[in-house]
């Protein structure tokens, strides 16, 4: 199919200088008497801004979106003011329901706790206005009870284009030739991971570094389980399970794993695993990577260290120490030594991490 050509480019967080309302009504503006095409690739982001687009979109009145890529979240509403909506054949498509950020740390007495509860039921009232309301929205769309909807941005699975448009997110499937296949990143997945978002099971970009396979494993963890439903499935633990001994699916398994390895150098004691879940913050993420970074300049700094070592002439016997124990002490080990219990330790970190 021909390329196609796009009055504007909506990409990256919504809210930010890529994805912008003012831009919007700028182009939507010079174009206010003729047919408006928008490309749309984005994780989402503010949901205020893209139900201000979306009011954009259905006030000018002949807005054409088309989806590339991975789009979630507050991408998808954007699009539900346009008149007509197409996605790649490779794309992707998440609807999920709404949260709110929340961080506590530090020590609470009674009152302290009984307060943070008010708060949190005050949010909680908050977020379920806006997954009705959106659930809603869908609906209208989709043409479908808003119930299906709301089950659907529930589960949170992600919803392959043929899926969207069985769905009723989406009224084509389009394949065109500038559009390739998305593949995850490992910067998409450390903040897809952060956000709690699920890993959707495509290609992995770079996957031949190391950290590449790193990002691999975390998000072969994070994947939801395939199975053959109609909707997407929630993300549910990773136990295998028998079909004598299957947990109810209106569950939840709450399991307690030890990463000690990962634990120290992220500053943690354990992790725990809601449903099969481990959700690592980005600024872990980065712990994560510049400890990798620093090992590997380490071990580049070591072989030039050995190859050093074998050009230069052997020591006289005289000079040479014994390492052995003196005095039931034992003597302190050579760089060379702390490299291979530092690779050891790191070779059992990855191990217990899931295979791809």
Known sequence: MAK???????????????????????????????????????????????????????????????FAGMNASAATIASLGASSISIDSSAMYLVHKCSSEFFQYGNLNADDIETLIKDLKATKRDLDKLDANIAEMYAAKCKKPASELLDL?????????????????????????????????DAVASAMASAGM??????????????????????DFFKPKTEEVTAPTPIEATTEQTTENKVNPTTTQNTMHTFTLLGKLLGVENFAATDGVITLSVEQMQ?????????????????????????????????VVDTGKHDGKQAEKSDVENFVDTVNSARALYNMLPKV
């Open 4 to 66: 196609q050509k796009y009055n504007l480019h909506l990409k990256g967080y919504v809210g930010g200088c890529d994805f912008d309302r003012d831009y919007v009504d700028y182009i939507l503006a010079q174009n206010s008497e003729k047919p408006v095409s928008v490309l749309i690739d984005s994780l989402g982001g503010s949901l205020a801004t893209a139900l201000s687009i979306a009011s954009a979109f259905k006030a000018h009145g002949d807005v054409a979106v088309h």
């Open 287 to 319: 712990s994560i990577e510049n400890a990798m970074s620093a090992h590997e300049t380490r071990q580049g700094e070591l072989e030039t260290e050995i190859t050093a070592l074998k050009k230069s002439p052997a020591a006289d016997t005289t000079n």
């Open 153 to 185: 941005m529930k589960a949170g699975g992600w919803l392959t284009a043929k899926e969207a448009l069985e769905w009723g997110f989406v009224d084509e499937i389009t394949d065109y030739e500038e559009e390739p296949a998305p593949k995850l990143t």
């Open 198 to 219: 699920p890993i959707p099971n495509i290609p992995v970009a770079d996957s031949q570094s190391a950290f590449g396979k790193f990002l691999s494993a975390i998000a």
